[in-house]
């Protein structure tokens, strides 16, 4: 499971031109998922999310973690494309949508995150607060 968290002042998903989701100051996480991922893995990403200490503390320091700030995720099969050969990529390591689906939602709900909508084409606003943007991983059973 992949994670892009990406700091922000705001950020909103919209579908077909209506606002499904929309945050202030927290964190943007662009989720994906692959075929050995389970529950356990979404968990400790979605715990690995809420520890990160990314915002400043009073001396401006990133040394604060995610607190009560917002949170909003999208599912983001593309993040396990593979572009090596070729100018096409193969999402071949994204897992199945019934998957993908079951472990965005938990990981949404152990977040206590708002959400995109699984499947549509979104429109992601976002103003980068920093910009501070990290890519995490987690491995399922067998995934190394």
Do not use: W
């Not at 893995?41 to 520890?51: I, S, T």
């Amino acid at each position: 499971m992949r994670a892009l968290v990406q700091r922000v002042a705001r950020a909103r998903v919209s579908v077909a031109g209506a606002s499904v989701a929309e945050i202030g100051p927290g964190l943007l996480v662009l989720l994906g998922v692959t075929h050995n991922d389970d529950i356990a893995c979404a968990e400790r990403l979605a715990a690995r999310v809420r520890a990160l200490r990314i915002f400043a503390d009073a001396q401006g320091k990133m040394n604060e973690p995610l607190g009560d700030r917002e949170v909003c995720c999208v599912s983001q099969f593309t993040l396990y494309g593979d572009a090596q050969r070729g100018t096409r990529p193969s999402f071949t390591a994204a897992a199945e949508p019934v998957l993908a689906r079951t472990l965005f939602e938990h990981f949404c709900d152990e977040l206590g995150a708002l959400r995109g909508q699984f499947g549509a084409t979104m429109q992601v606003e976002l103003v980068n607060d920093g910009p501070v943007t990290l890519m995490l991983e987690v491995h399922g059973p067998g995934g190394g």
